[in-house]
């Protein structure tokens, strides 16, 4: 397998258990003082501002895809088949309270993953479907693979750092694969049409980062409703200069999820 900075899936588990981040467990608490280090340069999101947002507990986002099936990364899994050991936490911003928790009773991970072709895709099935609560359509086409993302997301709100109790966004702008892969390193691996990068290049400062993997990147399609266009992947470090985040082209795997997502 090819080296890339991304999360591995034991990792993931370190990071949420550390963190307290299980069923069971406290999160960690709000953070306290004026400055404020949010997602990677972000904001807090309001309640119901992102309704479809899902955090998973091996600290992992993720989207509803279907009511019963929530949209991750493959990274965030171990392989495909019956899982009963995901909790997903559904319509809160604040992991300590409010909120539905389902368990999950079925992974599937994309086969591609891993492979030449790319797909950091996975569908959780959940135990029962999740009611009052909007699915995040995801883009069929590269219409919207552009312009200003939006990103979410319980992750670390500075390389390094903890996860986070309450959810935060930010908004990153696209940055074309030429670009994206002209640092050199790791971004030499990037698969084009598997791949969407998104950031701030010359300055950083803004990126989803550890913890917010699986996570959507989306924003308003032609008729002003959201759409997901990308599932947190990978990058180097988080909000560095040069060094892009790197998402999942949702719109390359639509019809391979929607395949999957009527098998399972
Ligand atoms: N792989 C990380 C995770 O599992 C996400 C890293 C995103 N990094 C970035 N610089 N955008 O949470």
Redesign the pocket.
Known sequence: MRFRE??SLLG?IAAAAAVGLGTAAPAQAAPAGDVQPYIVGGTRAAQGEFPWMVRLSMG?GGAMYTPQIVLT?A??VSRTGPNTGITATVGTVDLNSGGTRVRSTYVHRSPTYNTSTGGDWALVKLASPVSGVPTLPIATTTAYNSGTFDIAGW?AAREGGAQQRYLLKAKVPFVDDATCASPGGIYNDLIPRAELCAGNMASGGV???????GGPMFRRDGSGNWIQVGI????????RPN?P??YTEVSTFASAIADAARRI
Do not use: Y
Request: with cysteine; hydrophobic share 25%.
């Open positions: 991304r999360c993931i992992c990364a990274h965030c992750g990126d989803t980062c550890q913890g917010d993997s947190t992947s990978w990058g180097r470090g988080c909000a060094a985040g790197v």
